[in-house]
């Protein structure tokens, strides 16, 4: 029976499992190598702002039951749940690549605490055949063998941000072991808090249905992306187009945007493109398109203000990635600004998630008076529709509005100082 887990990484999916499992029955060990994010996690704070997280791992801790610490202990299972971001600087050629080094380094620090019978599960996002490929051989070195002496399982998380603790008990499961019986060993520890069916199959089936989930929100976003270039080519509006088509019954076309953001769906199609560059071209077009939305959004703020910004004073409403979340991470929104202050304008921006962002060398703060700064600007441009933000009065104070939301439309439909996607 197991009873201890080690989890590795205490982020967005590290923290919420870790709290989770502490308070399902298990003593579980939080490591992290960050050292700030350790002493907030003890003084009862978190870094993360995600519904009733905070909560969870406050009790989780009090129990007793969750330690955040930054070395590991023997362990029953060890839960690998650190990032995948991609290598910086390696888009020369049009290719991201994906960087698993801290998925290398994090497999490496459990190998000395291997005994026969641990479960080790990997939950990062990582290329297709990382388990077998190159966790598996990493944690051999131990002289333990996995299928035999040790149990190893791929299980992504898929949840979705803002509504994480829900879809960690809710959702589907996948459990990809490296052997049906390593896949059972992963499905008793998640069945302690998992109530969604828990689907077993092979490691490397497992790691491809994350991919391809997420690949194929990013397609159909580029979809929607192109045909909002192609309604303004045409001068219809894409909101009621969309609304139309989807009318039929196996449409569903999803919301064109300013781009698409996320450390998950912006990142992940990379994964496969670049394990198979050959067989791809939809796949890293459609990356494209999304990655080239930021300059189609900038076109319309040139357009809206006659021609061009330069010298015009912009107001971003939004540049998280996505509404009510605090999460810049490859933000539409940080393009859009960049863009803009390339073409000679001058941006300020409101996000009431976001007081100062810092980024590629510039440093903003948030405006404080966000209708004050509305009445200023010459153009304000509704980036990220959080659900906080008052739209009419938005509207009504604003000189000019480019909604990439369709967000004013209902009461700004037909008011010339409004342009759309
Ligand atoms: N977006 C659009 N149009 C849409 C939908 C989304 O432009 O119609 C944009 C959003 O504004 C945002 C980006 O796409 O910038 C991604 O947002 P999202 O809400 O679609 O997804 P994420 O990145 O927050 O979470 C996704 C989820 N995957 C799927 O829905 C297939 C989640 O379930 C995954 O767990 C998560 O990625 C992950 O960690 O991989």
Same mark, same amino acid.
């Given at each position: 029976?197991?009873?201890?887990?080690?989890?590795?990484?205490?982020?967005?999916i590290g923290l919420p499992t870790a709290a989770m499992l502490a308070t399902?029955?298990?003593?579980?060990?939080?490591?992290?190598?960050?050292?700030?994010?350790?002493?907030?996690?003890?003084?009862?704070?978190?870094?993360?702002?995600? $519904?009733?997280?905070?909560?969870?791992?406050?009790?989780?801790?009090?129990?007793?039951?969750?330690?955040?610490?930054?070395?590991?202990?023997?362990?029953?299972?060890?839960?690998?749940?650190?990032?995948? $971001?991609?290598?910086?600087?390696?888009?020369?050629?049009?290719?991201?690549?994906?960087?698993?080094?801290?998925?290398?380094?994090?497999?490496?620090?459990?190998?000395?605490?291997?005994?026969?019978?641990?479960?080790?599960?990997?939950?990062?996002?990582?290329?297709?055949?990382?388990?077998?490929?190159?966790?598996?051989?990493?944690?051999?070195?131990?002289?333990?063998?996995?299928?035999?002496?040790?149990?190893?399982?791929?299980?992504?998380?898929?949840?979705?941000?803002?509504?994480?603790l829900r879809e960690l008990v809710e959702n589907a499961r996948v459990i990809?072991?490296?052997?049906?019986?390593?896949?059972?060993?992963?499905?008793?520890?998640?069945?302690?808090?998992?109530? +969604?069916?828990?689907?077993?199959?092979?490691?490397?089936?497992?790691?491809?249905?994350?991919?391809?989930?997420?690949?194929?929100?990013?397609?159909?976003?580029?979809?929607?992306?192109?045909?909002?270039?192609?309604?303004?080519?045409?001068?219809?509006?894409?909101?009621?187009?969309?609304?139309?088509?989807?009318?039929?019954?196996?449409?569903?076309?999803?919301?064109?945007?300013?781009?698409?953001?996320?450390?998950?769906?912006?990142?992940?199609?990379?994964?496969?493109?670049?394990?198979?560059?050959?067989?791809?071209?939809?796949?890293?077009?459609?990356?494209?398109?999304?990655?080239?939305?930021?300059?189609?959004?900038?076109?319309?703020?040139?357009?809206?203000?006659?021609?061009?910004?330069?010298?015009?004073?912009?107001?971003?409403?939004?540049?998280?990635?996505?509404?009510?979340?605090?999460?810049?991470?490859?933000? $539409?929104?940080?393009?859009?600004?960049?863009?803009?202050?390339?073409?000679?304008?001058?941006?300020?921006?409101?996000?009431?998630?976001?007081?100062?962002?810092?980024?590629? +060398?510039?440093?903003?703060?948030?405006? $404080?008076?966000?209708?004050?700064?509305?009445?200023?600007?010459?153009?304000?441009?509704?980036?990220?529709?959080?659900?906080?933000?008052?739209?009419?009065?938005?509207?009504?104070?604003?000189?000019?509005?480019?909604?990439?939301?369709?967000?004013?439309?209902?009461?700004?439909?037909?008011?010339?100082?409004?342009?759309?996607?």
């Amino acid at each position: 029976m197991m009873r201890k887990v080690c989890v590795l990484g205490l982020g967005y999916i590290g923290l919420p499992t870790a709290a989770m499992l502490a308070t399902h029955g298990y003593q579980v060990i939080g490591v992290d190598i960050n050292d700030r994010i350790l002493a907030t996690l003890q003084n009862g704070g978190i870094h993360i702002q995600e $519904p009733g997280l905070k909560a969870l791992a406050r009790q989780a801790m009090e129990s007793g039951n969750l330690t955040v610490q930054n070395r590991l202990e023997l362990a029953d299972a060890f839960i690998i749940a650190v990032p995948t $971001p991609f290598l910086e600087h390696t888009d020369l050629d049009g290719y991201k690549r994906a960087d698993i080094s801290y998925v290398m380094a994090a497999t490496q620090s459990v190998a000395p605490y291997l005994r026969p019978g641990c479960l080790v599960v990997l939950e990062s996002t990582s290329p297709p055949r990382t388990t077998t490929d190159l966790v598996r051989p990493l944690l051999e070195q131990s002289g333990l063998q996995a299928g035999r002496d040790f149990h190893l399982v791929y299980s992504p998380e898929r949840v979705l941000p803002g509504q994480i603790l829900r879809e960690l008990v809710e959702n589907a499961r996948v459990i990809g072991g490296v052997t049906p019986e390593c896949a059972q060993m992963g499905r008793d520890l998640y069945a302690s808090f998992v109530k +969604g069916e828990i689907v077993l199959t092979d490691a490397t089936t497992a790691e491809m249905v994350k991919l391809m989930e997420n690949t194929t929100r990013d397609v159909n976003i580029a979809l929607a992306n192109e045909f909002s270039r192609l309604a303004h080519r045409f001068q219809i509006n894409v909101w009621e187009a969309i609304q139309i088509a989807n009318l039929h019954p196996r449409v569903k076309i999803l919301n064109p945007g300013p781009g698409v953001g996320g450390h998950c769906i912006s990142v992940d199609p990379w994964f496969l493109v670049e394990a198979a560059p050959d067989i791809t071209p939809l796949i890293h077009t459609a990356r494209q398109v999304n990655d080239r939305q930021p300059e189609f959004v900038v076109g319309l703020v040139a357009d809206a203000c006659g021609g061009s910004v330069a010298d015009r004073s912009i107001l971003l409403l939004g540049v998280t990635y996505k509404p009510d979340v605090d999460d810049v991470r490859e933000s $539409p929104a940080l393009q859009v600004i960049r863009l803009l202050k390339q073409k000679g304008a001058v941006v300020e921006y409101h996000d009431p998630y976001i007081p100062r962002l810092d980024h590629d +060398g510039w440093q903003l703060e948030s405006a $404080p008076d966000l209708l004050g700064a509305a009445r200023r600007a010459d153009c304000v441009v509704i980036v990220t529709n959080h659900s906080s933000y008052d739209y009419p009065a938005i509207l009504e104070n604003a000189q000019l509005i480019v909604d990439t939301r369709n967000m004013v439309n209902a009461t700004g439909n037909g008011s010339p100082k409004v342009s759309r996607l």
